[in-house]
């Protein structure tokens, strides 16, 4: 197991292109690690999004896919079925996960597919710069909601663990955060608990990651961070929502 200063083996040396105080280096750190720990890198296969992570293949050592837009489920999916051995996961963002790929990502949990999603909820479009999302908050100000998210004209945040926490295919879900150290160390924990999850065999698993975007919310990494904590946990709680690990294995 890597101490946490080393890199991981499932994580490349290529140099990030993602913006200072960005916090997907640190999630991909984090499922490295994972990967590392259980010792499956040449098992796995990774599904690249669209979206900032649409170059996650530059990163991850084992086998990535790319895929279209909000298709990162369907594609897993099939994946799994094919080599049915393999360690699956999908790497997205809000906009790919929650907007284009909502029916792909409910029915690939609905079916229990045996694979795990990690979900990176920033609560805005990062790639594109900086529009609305399906997590943005109420009031939030981004380039399309220049006065603030109008709960009236666009609807209400998808609060994406609670919604398929509901559903019988789910065994595990769970949001964390990585605005600290010991937050950190607990979405590690539950990323590796996910990937195990598949291992045995038990249904889709799902872990949301709290994210920033400094850029595109017009603030410093520090400053980022802060408001996470202020306004992102209390809208979007951490916790597990649905543990089913417990019971058997699926068909």
Same mark, same amino acid.
């Given at each position: 197991?890597?101490?946490?200063?080393?890199?991981?083996?499932?994580?490349?040396?290529?140099?990030?292109?993602?913006?200072?105080?960005?916090?997907?280096?640190?999630?991909?750190?984090?499922?490295?690690?994972?990967?590392?720990?259980?010792?499956?890198?040449?098992?796995?296969?990774?599904?690249?999004?669209?979206?900032?992570?649409?170059?996650?293949?530059?990163?991850?050592?084992?086998?990535?896919?790319?895929?279209?837009?909000?298709?990162?489920?369907?594609?897993?999916?099939?994946?799994?079925?094919?080599?049915?051995?393999?360690?699956?996961?999908?790497?997205?963002?809000?906009?790919?996960?929650?907007?284009?790929?909502?029916?792909?990502?409910?029915?690939?949990?609905?079916?229990?597919?045996?694979?795990?999603?990690?979900?990176?909820?920033?609560?805005?479009?990062?790639?594109?710069?900086?529009?609305?999302?399906?997590?943005?908050?109420?009031?939030?100000?981004?380039?399309?909601?220049?006065?603030?998210?109008?709960?009236?004209?666009?609807?209400?945040?998808?609060?994406?663990?609670?919604?398929?926490?509901?559903?019988?295919?789910?065994?595990?879900?769970?949001?964390?955060?990585?605005?600290? $150290?010991?937050?950190?160390?607990?979405?590690?924990?539950?990323?590796?608990?996910?990937?195990?999850?598949?291992?045995?065999?038990?249904?889709?698993?799902?872990?949301? $990651?709290?994210?920033?975007?400094?850029?595109?919310?017009?603030?410093?990494?520090?400053?980022?961070?802060?408001?996470?904590?202020?306004?992102?946990?209390?809208?979007?709680?951490?916790?597990?929502?649905?543990?089913?690990?417990?019971?058997?294995?699926?068909?």
């Amino acid at each position: 197991m890597t101490t946490v200063y080393e890199r991981p083996r499932a994580l490349t040396p290529a140099q990030t292109h993602y913006c200072p105080g960005c916090t997907h280096g640190i999630v991909h750190k984090l499922v490295a690690q994972a990967i590392d720990a259980l010792g499956v890198e040449g098992r796995t296969v990774g599904i690249c999004p669209v979206g900032c992570a649409v170059m996650a293949y530059d990163y991850f050592a084992c086998d990535m896919v790319e895929a279209a837009h909000g298709r990162a489920p369907a594609v897993a999916s099939g994946i799994k079925r094919a080599l049915p051995d393999s360690v699956v996961f999908t790497y997205q963002g809000d906009g790919d996960l929650a907007a284009i790929g909502t029916a792909e990502t409910v029915h690939a949990a609905a079916r229990g597919e045996n694979v795990t999603v990690i979900f990176i909820n920033n609560g805005i479009y990062g790639m594109t710069g900086g529009q609305m999302a399906p997590t943005t908050l109420p009031g939030m100000v981004t380039q399309t909601t220049p006065r603030g998210r109008d709960v009236a004209d666009a609807g209400f945040p998808i609060r994406v663990c609670e919604l398929l926490s509901t559903l019988d295919g789910v065994a595990y879900a769970e949001r964390v955060s990585v605005d600290s $150290v010991p937050n950190i160390k607990k979405a590690r924990a539950a990323i590796q608990k996910a990937f195990t999850c598949q291992m045995e065999k038990k249904g889709f698993s799902i872990v949301e $990651v709290l994210s920033t975007c400094p850029t595109n919310w017009g603030l410093t990494p520090v400053e980022a961070m802060q408001w996470l904590r202020d306004n992102m946990v209390p809208y979007y709680p951490t916790g597990v929502y649905v543990d089913r690990t417990e019971k058997g294995v699926r068909p």
